[in-house]
């Protein structure tokens, strides 16, 4: 079943139950769920509407958000049992399964980067990239990257990473650098993607264009909330009041444009650049049944190992049983 209207069903009976509405489900002693985030994430922006809305004690937990500087730092922090919940994608997850941690995976957003180019610019096609400077956030193992890569091999037997410049950096300068016409094109991260959109910028290809020319059948979560099996066994009404929690957040960010106003400072975007950032959030929400978007992912799964090696996903060369939450899929 579709996880947000599996969950969004038990949220609205919920509500149903009280006269009162969300606040009287309130408990005074309710389980904390410590969930790790970068501190300038788009994650932030659904836990804040969690928080400010109540939504999670709504659901009889308490959402407390532990900002890091870093990935790497919200990785080990999990790893070492310091946090409940962090966001990562299904290539990590998969590989800890792989060398045995029992982590697994909660869809949280299909939104995924794009290969941006300027309005005016003569670049079309993936073809027209061969000899243009490109950016490429996220580093050489990026499966966005790899992704387009891919399709660039099998469809135009292009190597882009020969046949093109490219040059690797932080998103924000790779931006900054594709305005001054110091890049032909770059591939970001997809709010990033969204504010050069907003600012004359339109897609070439996305790493979702991609993905589905390479053989995945719809939308797959980028990325999920990550946790532990033994949390989530142990703790099985609080995961999943966690899970309804951020399905109420990802229905109302859907539905409301007065929310988005609400959050404009934290999105730090107004006007045009706010409204696209907004559509492109939405676009990203999951909303297929869990075993679509497992069977897909194992599909790019066995590319990307094919394309990034070890390097990528260490010695295993198919998806880890278990990567995707099973009590989802119920």
């Known amino acids: 079943m579709n996880i947000s209207r599996r969950v969004l069903c038990a949220a609205a009976l ?20 410590r969930v790790g985030v970068l501190k300038f994430g788009t994650v932030n922006w659904e836990l804040d509407t969690i928080k400010h809305n109540k939504f999670d004690t709504a659901n009889g937990v308490d959402v407390e958000v532990v900002y890091f500087a870093g990935e790497d730092a919200t990785n080990v922090a999990m790893l070492a049992g310091d946090l409940d919940v962090i966001v990562s994608d299904w290539l990590w997850v998969s590989r800890q399964r792989s060398e045995g941690e029992d982590l697994t995976l909660a869809p949280y957003s299909t939104a ?10 003569p670049i079309r096609a993936i073809p027209d990239l061969v000899g243009k400077k490109i950016g490429v956030t996220g580093g050489s193992l990026d499966k966005s990257w790899l992704l387009i890569q891919g399709l660039a091999q099998r469809d135009h037997k292009i190597d882009l990473t020969r046949e093109a ?7 924000p300068l790779l931006s900054e650098k ?14 990033f993607c969204a504010r050069l959109e907003a600012n004359g910028f339109r897609r070439l290809i996305g ?9 995945a059948s719809g939308p797959v ?5 990550v ?3 033994k949390w989530a066994n142990e703790n099985p009404d609080v995961a999943m009041s966690f899970i309804k929690a951020s399905a109420l957040a990802k229905k109302l960010l859907a539905e409301s444009d007065a929310e988005w106003q609400r959050l404009a400072p934290v999105v730090r975007a107004e006007g045009r650049e706010l409204e696209v950032l907004r559509d492109r959030y939405r676009e990203g929400i999951p909303r297929r049944p869990l075993a679509e978007e497992e069977s897909d992912a194992a599909k790019l799964y066995e590319i990307l190992a094919e394309l990034g090696g070890e390097k990528l996903v260490g010695a295993a060369r198919h998806m880890a049983p278990g990567t995707f939450w099973a009590a989802l899929k119920t």
Not at 112 to 121: E, H, S, Y
Not at 178 to 187: R, Y
């Open 14 to 33: 919920l509500t149903a139950a009280s006269p009162l509405g969300f606040h009287a489900s309130a408990a005074p002693s309710a389980p904390k769920i």
């Open 112 to 121: 995924v980067g794009a290969i941006m180019v300027k309005q005016d610019a």
């Open 165 to 171: 410049e490219i040059v690797f950096g932080a998103p």
């Open 178 to 191: 594709a305005v001054s016409g110091e890049l032909d094109a770059v591939l970001n991260f997809w709010h």
């Open 207 to 215: 790493a979702d264009d991609a993905a589905r020319a390479l053989g």
């Open 221 to 225: 979560s980028a990325l999920g909330y």
């Open 227 to 229: 946790f532990h099996d």
